[in-house]
């Protein structure tokens, strides 16, 4: 019987050397993509999803909880769009343009998303953030004053175990007015007559 493990080295791409995930018989694709900047090789089994080649190659922020396209856990953005890794075979996204949450803030300088989340304790177990900031970039990027039901709406389908979504929600609002502060250009306050 065979099961999909996820290789627990942070940065392992040696998927034909430690055989995770190997389906006995399985035919190896390799292919190459951007992942947050990188150009990066990913060694996969025919018909395997990117979110499982994604987590195998280091990007283990990108969360699989249900594996069917049902809980926005593995939202990722391909090409400009978000989709559900889970959902889509990584020999599809071959030459595709991949950003994940580890493209987003640094620990030391969070994404202004990320920090908003933060100072509203909009983080629980965690479990289901990186999709849901995914989602809220894209949202934030076609709409940078959304409402709160534009917010709750983007975000319907990350489904959320722990916050009841009420945080996530001024969380992304907040975001949003911190984005569009940051991109009001620099003014000389009057000084330069
Ligand atoms: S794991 Fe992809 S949507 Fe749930
Ligand atoms: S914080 Fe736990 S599932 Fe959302």
Redesign the pocket.
Known sequence: MWHRYMCLHTHCGTYDTHGYGRRPGGVGVTLSLTVNGDQVTLHCEAEEDLATALRRAGYTGVKC?CDGGGCGASKVFLDGDVVMACGIDAADAADGVVRTIEGFGTQEELHPIQAAFVDHF????????PG?IVQAQALLEETPDPSEREVREAIDDN?????GYQK?VEAILDAAGRMRASEQPVTDGGFDE
């Open positions: 909880g909009a983080v629980q177990c965690g479990f289901c953030i849901m489904l959320c175990r722990c916050t996530p």
